[in-house]
């Protein structure tokens, strides 16, 4: 048996957040989500949470697990310790109700990095219509183009905690993941990564990449953009070799 | 009770998966105002979870009519072939449109776009991106559609029901999932585009959210359902979890093997054997699913399947395909693999077994996507365009999203601009007699409990209408579905709260659900003969063109049995044959 214990806010009832303690009868190979299932369907119908693929591809599930954020399909009940494990929701994030934070705080600084390709007619195109770009080309930018926004990274970064307009992880991430990409002309967007709110905002401490389940290294990606902002301020010629 | 909000819309999409989310941006690019309503955040949809790829002809010794020919055959004959060459025509330039919008499709050393062999394809035609194509589709369609301002997102937003009057849709109702606050959405042109239905089946590759909801709504509305039968046992998913281990295994060449080690699929008429890592289209393990969730059936009754601890399998080897190639093509597989069964596919086979995947058929189209009911479409797996007949082709599905996704965006705005008249003051009291029946729902009080009753479902899904079917099982199961379906109204529910209350949603979907699950039932009791997915061991276990050649069409019914009918099958140019796969499918190639 499996003993739980999971932060409940019911925001109509619930003046601040609580815990509360449920016994699970479950098998070694369940996840964590298979088991909030298991109290749903047996002990209590009004808990809480998000999910839906259970492959960790739809970034539904994320929570904290004995403080450490997590994607709840990826944490198996085998791996839980002897003693009761805490579910909580994410950390830094308004909670919304039980597990459930608020999602919209993400997508607003992930819109304002121009998430979206901004390309040139002028670029080589093959033989369907698709424009060229090779192995080497796209591996710049592949690692970053992973991000199932979980938001794991957000929990993680001490400075979204206390940076509110800091754009965080995963949206510069996208950033760069667009800034890296050979078929993108985008520049422009530039303003919004730069500057303390964008990757000048990070103090380097490097938790969201250990935090993210998909292997994005946000940290990574946010000192890249700083060398190529720094790059920025000295002839066009270095800022080309940084494009390539 | 609570006020309603109204929202009005020029286009109103349903749905924020692949095919909703190409139908909103079809739309705003033609100039219309969308409306874009989805359950959960668009890219939570479950087009995120597709792995292997999307297909369009790309190489030069590959052919249009090729790609034609082989889905008609894969759907056993029981496609609309102009909806068939509509598609193959239209699928290659919306997979470079995606290129267009940032994509990162697979490629070749020189640049160009990479192709992968895929089961029942006589060529490689399948674009891929590694194997998180459906991911990688998904973000590139959410990020394309965060650019448009004219897209008005409306995420977390539970549709209902659908308002129709007359033959006429009007628009929707629905409940804010976060606050509980009742919806009317009013729109001349409303697109539906929310999925399948695998959820209806206890073991399957779905995520939970995929419950039938769009399907339930449109039958609802006054919509027969089509080719309900015809569900896609996928033959490669993980015992216990039923996540899924994707074809593209197969097509970089992995191989299937019995507990004696064997290459069964040659003992079902896919053979001759191949040698490992160098698979052939259309033969051994690139038959078509059907064939290979039915040679797994045969294998399991022979006891010649792998006892797992979460039930019989087979063994899926990839070991010859080396660390690096797996590292590359298959990174997905090999992490899921890794912590869901504690097996790196570089070291050991893993132990797969068939699951429900898909849900051929659907809400019926014609191949502008248009309904039956005026200022309705649909696309995506909640839509019958007539493309995949009685079994699908993997990689057909996700390229099916974008071209009538489109066609449907583009359909709707059209509608919108030629302008509709505006509902009749009845039809708004329909909905808000609909809203209010929904919100007195919360803590209702009954004797009946809502996991139970899914269970149930879900097991007599898997029972009675799995890969291969019985007449007395499938009469026993359908007034079982009957009686379960009566006993959603005693539903006990005990959360009576405002926001994000889930437990109202899962029994909505589960009204929903049990819907679509009796539609299937019936559909499939009613058909005597076998085609594509639709198998039966009784005396019907052949193909019957003479009297079943044609579409099912099962009809609404508020209790019982409901009643099915027959439509024509469109055929333009590629009359019935028998559908050979291995050898014999390789006569007269090149
Ligand atoms: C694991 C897996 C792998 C697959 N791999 C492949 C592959 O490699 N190639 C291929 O071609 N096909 C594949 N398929 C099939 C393909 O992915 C699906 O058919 C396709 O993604 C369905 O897309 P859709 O847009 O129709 O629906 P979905 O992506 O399921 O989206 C449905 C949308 O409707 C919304 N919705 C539903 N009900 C409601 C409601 N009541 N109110 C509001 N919104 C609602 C949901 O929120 C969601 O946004 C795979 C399927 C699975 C399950
Ligand atoms: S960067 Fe990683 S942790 Fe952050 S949202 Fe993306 S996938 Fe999740």
Redesign the interface.
């Known amino acids: 048996m499996t003993v739980l214990e999971i932060q409940r806010y019911?925001?109509?009832?619930d003046q601040a957040p609580r815990w509360q303690r449920y016994e699970v009868e479950g098998e070694p190979?369940w996840?964590l989500i298979d088991a909030l299932g298991y109290i749903?369907?047996?002990v209590d119908?009004?808990l809480?949470?998000?999910?839906?693929?259970?492959?960790?591809?739809?970034?539904?599930c994320g929570v904290l697990v004995d403080g450490v954020p997590r994607l709840g399909c990826?944490v198996?009940l085998r791996d839980l310790p002897d003693r009761p494990a805490r579910i909580a929701p994410l950390a830094h994030l308004p909670v919304?109700?039980?597990l459930?934070v608020d999602?919209e705080g993400y997508?607003r600084r992930?819109?304002a990095v121009?998430?979206?390709?901004q390309?040139s007619d002028a670029d080589p195109v093959?033989?369907?219509?698709?424009?060229?770009?090779?192995?080497a080309?796209?591996a710049k930018?592949?690692e970053t183009?992973?991000c199932?926004?979980c938001m794991l990274c957000y929990a993680a970064c001490p400075q979204v905690a206390v940076n509110e307009p800091f754009l965080g992880p995963a949206a510069l991430a996208a950033a760069h993941r667009?800034l890296s990409?050979s078929?993108?002309h985008g520049h422009a967007r530039r303003g919004s990564v730069q500057g303390l709110q964008g990757v000048w905002g990070c103090t380097l401490v490097g938790t969201c990449s250990e935090a993210c389940p998909k292997g994005v290294d946000p940290a990574a990606a946010i000192q890249r953009e700083k060398v190529r902002g720094a790059l920025s301020f000295v002839p066009s010629l270095f800022v080309r070799g940084e494009d390539d | 009770m609570r006020e309603i909000v109204t929202v009005h819309a020029e286009v109103l999409v349903i749905g924020g998966g692949g095919a909703g989310l190409r139908a909103a941006i079809a739309a705003a690019e033609s100039g219309a105002r969308v409306a874009l309503l989805s359950k959960v955040y668009p890219m939570r949809s479950h087009t995120v979870a597709a792995e292997g790829g999307a297909a369009g002809v790309a190489q030069p010794e590959d052919d249009l009519e090729a790609h034609f020919r082989d889905t008609v055959a894969g759907g056993d004959w029981l496609c609309d072939q102009s909806a068939v060459s509509y598609f193959v025509a239209h699928a290659t330039a919306e997979l470079t449109w995606l290129e267009h919008h940032g994509c990162p499709w697979s490629r070749e050393p020189d640049g160009r776009v990479a192709v992968r062999k895929f089961g029942g394809m006589k060529r490689a035609r399948t674009w891929f991106a590694a194997d998180k194509s459906g991911f990688h589709i998904l973000q590139t369609l959410f990020h394309t559609a965060l650019a448009l301002p004219s897209i008005d997102r409306f995420d977390e937003f539970f549709c209902t029901g659908l308002l129709v009057h007359d033959g006429v849709c009007h628009g929707v109702m629905a409940l804010r999932i976060s606050t509980g606050e009742p919806y009317l959405f009013l729109a001349p042109s409303v697109v539906l585009a929310t999925g399948g239905a695998g959820r209806v089946y206890r073991f399957n590759t779905n995520g939970s959210i995929v419950t039938g909801d769009g399907l339930a709504m449109a039958w609802r509305a006054g919509l027969p359902l089509r080719d309900m039968e015809f569900v896609q046992v996928h033959p490669t998913a993980l015992p216990g979890s039923g996540v899924l281990i994707t074809e593209a295994c197969r097509g970089e060449g992995g191989i299937l093997l019995n507990a004696e080690g064997r290459r069964y699929l040659q003992d079902y008429g896919l053979g001759p054997e191949t040698p490992p890592g160098q698979p052939r289209n259309k033969t051994m393990e690139l038959g078509p699913r059907d064939r290979l969730s039915q040679a797994f059936w045969h294998e399991q009754r022979a006891g010649r399947t792998v006892p797992s601890p979460r039930g019989d399998a087979v063994h899926l080897d990839l070991r010859h395909l080396g660390a690096e190639r797996l590292a590359e093509r298959l990174p997905l597989i090999c992490s899921l693999s890794e912590k869901h069964v504690g097996i790196h596919p570089k070291d050991a086979p893993i132990p797969v077994r068939p699951a429900v995947h898909y849900t051929m058929g659907g809400v019926p189209t014609s191949v502008d996507t248009s309904t039956a009911i005026s200022g309705l479409y649909a696309a995506g797996e909640c839509a019958s365009v007539g493309l995949h007949g009685a079994n699908r082709l993997g990689s057909n599905s996700l390229a099916e999203l974008l071209v009538f996704g489109r066609a449907a965006g583009e359909r709707a705005a059209a509608r919108a601009r030629a302008g509709a008249p505006p509902p009749p003051g009845s039809a708004l009291g329909h909905a808000r007699e609909h809203l209010c029946a929904i919100q007195a729902l919360r803590a209702k009080k009954g004797t009946v409990r809502l996991a139970e009753l899914r269970d149930a479902m879900g097991s007599i899904m898997d029972e009675c209408f799995g890969i291969y079917r019985l007449g007395p099982d499938m009469e026993r199961g359908l007034s079982r579905l009957v009686e379960l379906r009566e006993s959603w109204s005693d539903l006990e529910l005990r959360d009576a709260s405002e926001r994000f209350n889930t437990e109202l949603i899962a029994a909505l979907e589960l009204s929903c659900a049990l819907d679509v699950a009796l539609a299937i039932g019936a559909s499939a009791a009613a058909r005597k003969e076998s085609r594509g997915s639709h198998q039966r061991l009784d005396a019907f276990s052949v193909r019957d063109d003479e009297r079943f050649l044609a579409h099912s069409l099962v009809d609404y019914a508020e209790s019982g049995v409901p009643a099915i009918r027959y439509g024509p099958v469109e055929i333009t140019s590629y009359p019935p044959e028998e559908r050979v796969y291995g050898g014999e499918a390789q006569v007269g190639d090149s």
């Not at chain 1, 019911?10 to 009832?13: G, Y």
């Not at chain 1, 809480?48 to 539904?60: E, F, L, P």
């Open positions: 019911l925001p109509e009832s190979a996840s749903k369907d047996h119908p009004t809480a949470w998000r999910a839906s693929c259970r492959m960790g591809m739809c970034g539904s990826e198996f919304e109700r039980d459930m999602t997508l992930l819109r121009e998430p979206w390709l390309p093959g033989p369907v219509g698709e424009r060229l770009q090779t192995p080309q796209q930018y592949l183009a992973q199932i926004g667009y990409d078929r993108d």
